[in-house]
């Protein structure tokens, strides 16, 4: 590996293992706003039970979002240089208004989880509200660096000078608003889905008809409900940043789809591998005059294939593969959620068939996978630019060598960090069971968000 790749691969690996903890911790404080509003309504015990353990578990995950997050912070600085020279001058409010956000998400997270049961409920709804606010804002302001990177505005390069800087121009580009949406509903999606997928496990565990059955079908329709309204707006999302990508990436959009020749009425190819020598994807589904649609929403729109660009800017063919990929899972969970909500609400089916369980716990390694696929889509389909058409990636990076052992040392620590996660997490959930936590909320004398034992 040369020390460019090497860069980046160290670079997109604390990228991988941070973005798990960063969307999770965007979708979950949605999760636990749900159950405590449902338990203001209901007074059912059970969803502030609900509450309080995904609160422990957002606490132990952000224990590891923050120090993954800083990690990826320091590398940008040390790795990336060039490109760190041009946000500093030019788009450098989100890394500053973000630090306000987590401060926020931080701080009423702390008053929630101490004060609860000392506040009055509008208290902890506000607080709730605010932690979930806080940690969007955060994942949409960092985000917003992506953004840029794939259509930089609010400043020129002059004779090798940066001029004319216009720092709100460039914090409101023109894929701002896209991005952030896809953001927020992904990671909303995402936290949905992995508690879908705890409560299903923990369904086939349990007897039907029991306790815990009970309670853990509770949890699983909140999820469902959550993640197919999220997965919902998330395609429809989707359809808009398809659009953006026609006219702001195209060629982003022709590797996406295996597209080399310009052409109205274009095929959306499904599945299959883009085939550089016949220029073709190979074992595709092919729906004629899809892409056209999608991209302009009408069919004789013309979307510019790979041909029209020099060879040397094209994206990795592979995209095509990750787009693929995230839009297959993202439509499962439409599915999946959709027919959850119709067996129980309209069908009245009060148990779910086994098997539709199983397929319930594949639900949230799913989301994530979707997660993992889209971020290495969005960035890779942006190659060779770390900033579009301005900027190169190589240009971008460090100049330092023998990076390989400092590569080595840092998959040994994630590899740590993700072990001392699950055993933490096992631990404290296996000596705070659920029952536990439900005799502390009918016990008037305990105090339930203070029970850690």
């Given at each position: 590996m040369d020390d460019l790749l090497i860069a980046r691969s160290l670079f997109g690996t604390t990228m991988a293992f941070h973005i798990i903890f960063a969307t999770i911790g965007v979708g979950l404080p949605l999760m636990i706003l749900t159950a405590e509003l449902l338990y203001q309504k209901s007074k059912d015990l059970e969803y502030v039970v609900m509450a309080k353990r995904w609160t422990k578990a957002f606490a132990v995950l952000l224990g590891v979002g923050i120090p993954t997050g800083t990690i990826a912070g320091t590398q940008l600085s040390l790795l990336w240089p060039g490109f760190m020279e041009v946000i500093g001058r030019v788009m450098p409010l989100p890394f500053q208004i973000e630090i306000y956000a987590f401060f926020i998400e931080a701080l009423f997270m702390s008053i929630y989880v101490y004060a609860a049961e000392r506040i009055a409920p509008w208290m902890r709804i506000v607080s709730l509200i605010l932690v979930a606010l806080g940690a969007l804002a955060s994942a949409v302001l960092i985000t917003n660096v992506h953004a840029f990177q794939g259509t930089p505005a609010g400043f020129r390069i002059e004779d090798g000078n940066i001029v004319d800087v216009n720092p709100w121009a460039a914090f409101f580009n023109a894929s701002f608003f896209v991005t952030a949406g896809h953001v927020a509903l992904s990671a909303y999606v995402t936290g949905a889905f992995v508690v879908a997928s705890v409560a299903a496990f923990k369904m086939l565990r349990n007897e039907y008809g029991s306790r815990l059955y009970k309670f853990h079908q509770k949890a699983l329709m909140i999820s469902l409900v959550v993640g197919g309204i999220a997965s919902f707006g998330t395609a429809l999302n989707g359809h808009s940043a398809a659009q953006y990508l026609h006219e702001y990436q195209p060629e982003k959009l022709a590797a996406a789809e295996g597209l080399f020749e310009t052409q109205s009425h274009a095929p959306l190819a499904i599945g299959g591998i883009t085939d550089r020598e016949t220029e073709s994807?190979?074992?595709?589904?092919?729906?004629?005059?899809?892409?056209?649609?999608?991209?302009?929403?009408?069919?004789?729109?013309?979307?510019?294939?790979?041909?029209?660009?020099?060879?040397?800017?094209?994206?990795?063919?592979?995209?095509?593969?990750?787009?693929?990929?995230?839009?297959?899972?993202?439509?499962?969970?439409?599915?999946?959620?959709?027919?959850?909500?119709?067996?129980?609400?309209?069908?009245?089916?009060?148990?779910?068939?086994?098997?539709?369980?199983?397929?319930?716990?594949?639900?949230?390694?799913?989301?994530?996978?979707?997660?993992?696929?889209?971020?290495?889509?969005?960035?890779?389909?942006?190659?060779?630019?770390?900033?579009?058409?301005?900027?190169?990636?190589?240009?971008?990076?460090?100049?330092?060598?023998?990076?390989?052992?400092?590569?080595?040392?840092?998959?040994?620590?994630?590899?740590?960090?993700?072990?001392?996660?699950?055993?933490?997490?096992?631990?404290?959930?296996?000596?705070?069971?659920?029952?536990?936590?439900?005799?502390?909320?009918?016990?008037?004398?305990?105090?339930?968000?203070?029970?850690?034992?």
């Open positions: 994807v190979k074992w595709g589904i092919e729906i004629p005059w899809a892409l056209s649609f999608l991209a302009g929403n009408s069919f004789d729109t013309v979307v510019v294939g790979l041909n029209d660009f020099p060879e040397e800017w094209w994206p990795p063919l592979f995209i095509h593969t990750l787009f693929n990929a995230m839009v297959l899972i993202g439509s499962l969970l439409i599915m999946i959620a959709f027919a959850g909500i119709v067996w129980k609400k309209f069908l009245k089916k009060d148990r779910f068939p086994k098997w539709f369980l199983w397929l319930l716990v594949t639900s949230g390694p799913l989301a994530v996978a979707a997660i993992e696929f889209g971020w290495i889509f969005a960035c890779t389909g942006r190659q060779p630019w770390v900033i579009y058409r301005i900027l190169s990636t190589a240009q971008a990076a460090t100049t330092a060598t023998d990076l390989g052992l400092l590569f080595i040392l840092f998959i040994a620590v994630y590899i740590i960090l993700a072990i001392a996660v699950v055993l933490v997490l096992l631990y404290y959930f296996k000596k705070n069971t659920v029952l536990d936590d439900i005799r502390r909320a009918e016990d008037k004398n305990v105090q339930l968000f203070s029970s850690n034992s």
